[in-house]
């Protein structure tokens, strides 16, 4: 996705400037790929299918695709669907939900693609409304509403015709129906507009989005197994999106939700996916010391012209703070030091094959020529000058600043007189897309998140004689009297 004019800039997640056109009295014209992944089931599939084949929602403009995910007997096309639409296999090399959808989204070409469990049955407008959204602009997720209930007997003729009269209601009786737990949310939150995490609420039976922007965040994890769309949700959210749950584009999901069923063991096995995967969960990461594979703070150092003492000093500062879960970027031209016989012993380049070595091994450390242009999908970066290490709280107060003023950017001064900003991913993702030729993304942070500059004693406080951290994790300070006295 490439930054344009076009866009309209949202605060946070407050999409209450946007005006979708009413559902019936507009022209739409953007292709749509309809990704249904499943499991055996045939009979809930047919009812699926029936209800999409009387969408308001152009044909022309609509493709189909169930992913068939290792069903015996293979799933077939019953008689009554959409014009467009086809039977894949998922293939081999994985499996689940989000193997699936993958599978799905790689053969088809819509502009925006929708991704439909293969048990619910959509109201005739269903469609409609959430792409009505995407007309607007490209970095929406547009998320429909469902209820539950215990599938009744029906035949695909019969939910094929109440969907086109728009009687499904008459034919289902609902008065006994389950309502989703995530659409209270997003009620109490005013659509998720006040939300400051609102890719909470997507657990995928039913959105939509752009497919640049799916491609932007890398579709999603096929490795996770349980809670495959929240994950896939937190990348999108740090990848600049906003989120738009449309309650008036209604389903109706066969089957009660399966955390009625066992909510324990539901909640068991989503736990390890998100833990490793969405750092914003710091519930779930309680464990000091811990290496995770998404950190929570991603802290860049230029050693370009640093010594190896100076690097390790920095290093040691930042993973040994409050805040552990952290990953450091160092950034020097590496791949232009020269190796072999006859290294130099002194300058420049010798300090940096020390720095080099020195880091070797250790899987929290990373070295780059550059940095790349976000920390994605971490959802913090923190740039300061490697002569400037980090006190024991820094982060911890950096990040919690952040998150209590719902800011994009923080900028402040470190004791040594030099900068250091704190950035938010999912505002500085949100920022390349929206900026101008002449615009800075902090430019766009402003209207977006919000920039501010602050004290850097609330950052890097002095030593509290009656404090209970030991002496040597108060280092930055210390450290930072050595190098500047």
């Keep these: 996705m490439t930054g344009t004019a076009a866009r309209p800039r949202i605060r946070h997640n407050d999409y209450s400037p946007l005006s979708p056109p009413e559902a019936g009295h507009w022209a739409p014209h953007l292709p749509v790929s309809v990704v249904i992944p499943a499991h055996g089931n045939q009979p809930l599939v047919d009812l699926t299918l029936a209800a999409l084949s009387a969408q308001t929602y152009p044909a022309h403009l609509t493709e189909v695709v169930v992913v068939d995910d290792g069903s015996l007997p293979p799933l077939r096309l019953p008689r009554i669907r959409p014009e467009n639409t086809r039977v894949i296999r998922s293939g081999p090399g994985g499996w689940g939900p989000a193997f699936a959808v993958n599978a799905g989204i790689a053969v088809t070409e819509g502009t925006v693609v929708q991704r439909l469990d293969a048990d619910m049955v959509v109201y005739r407008d269903h469609l409609e409304r959430l792409l009505r959204w995407h007309h607007l602009t490209d970095y929406l997720v547009t998320i429909g509403a469902k209820v539950f209930v215990e599938p009744p007997a029906l035949t695909p003729e019969q939910v094929a015709e109440a969907v086109a009269a728009d009687r499904l209601g008459e034919l289902i009786d609902l008065s006994a129906a389950t309502p989703s737990s995530t659409e209270r949310t997003i009620l109490r939150l005013d659509g998720m507009k006040k939300s400051r995490n609102p890719y909470h609420v997507v657990t995928g039976p039913t959105l939509s989005l752009h497919r640049a922007l799916l491609e932007a965040v890398g579709g999603l994890d096929a490795d996770v197994h349980?809670?495959?769309?929240?994950?896939?949700?937190?990348r999108l959210a740090q990848g600049g999106a906003v989120f738009v749950p449309d309650l008036s584009a209604k389903a109706i999901h066969m089957g009660v939700p399966a955390q009625k069923r066992n909510r324990t063991a539901i909640v068991k096995a989503v736990e390890p996916y998100h833990a490793q995967r969405i750092p914003l969960r710091r519930d779930l990461r309680k464990q000091r010391g811990r290496t995770w594979h998404t950190p929570y703070v991603e802290v860049v150092f230029d050693v370009s012209k640093a010594s190896e003492r100076e690097a390790r000093d920095a290093v040691e500062?930042?993973?040994?703070?409050?805040?552990?879960?952290?990953?450091?970027?160092?950034?020097?031209?590496?791949?232009?030091?020269?190796?072999g016989r006859?290294?130099?012993?002194?300058?420049?380049?010798?300090?940096?094959?020390?720095?080099?070595?020195?880091?070797?091994?250790?899987?929290?450390?990373?070295?780059?020529d550059a940095a790349p242009v976000t920390a994605f999908p971490v959802p913090f970066r923190y740039r300061g000058s490697v002569h400037a290490p980090l006190a024991f709280e820094t982060l911890e107060r950096m990040t919690r600043t952040m998150t209590d003023g719902r800011?994009?950017?923080?900028?402040?001064?470190?004791?040594?007189?030099?900068?250091?900003?704190?950035?938010r991913t999912e505002a500085v993702s949100r920022a390349l897309l929206l900026a101008g030729p002449r615009e800075t993304p902090h430019d766009v942070i402003r209207q977006t998140h919000g920039v501010r500059r602050t004290s850097p004693a609330n950052f890097w406080p002095g030593p509290d004689p009656g404090s209970d951290v030991p002496q040597e994790k108060r280092r930055g300070l210390g450290l930072f009297r050595r190098l500047t006295s």
Excluded: K, N
Aim: glycine share 10%.
């Design 226 to 234: 349980r809670g495959e769309d929240t994950e896939f949700a937190y």
């Design 342 to 368: 006859g290294e130099a012993m002194a300058g420049q380049e010798f300090e940096l094959r020390l720095i080099s070595e020195s880091m070797r091994g250790d899987p929290r450390v990373h070295l780059a």
């Design 407 to 423: 800011l994009g950017v923080l900028v402040t001064e470190s004791p040594a007189g030099t900068e250091a900003v704190m950035e």
């Design 317 to 339: 500062s930042a993973l040994t703070g409050s805040i552990t879960d952290v990953r450091v970027l160092l950034v020097a031209p590496w791949s232009s030091i020269r190796t």
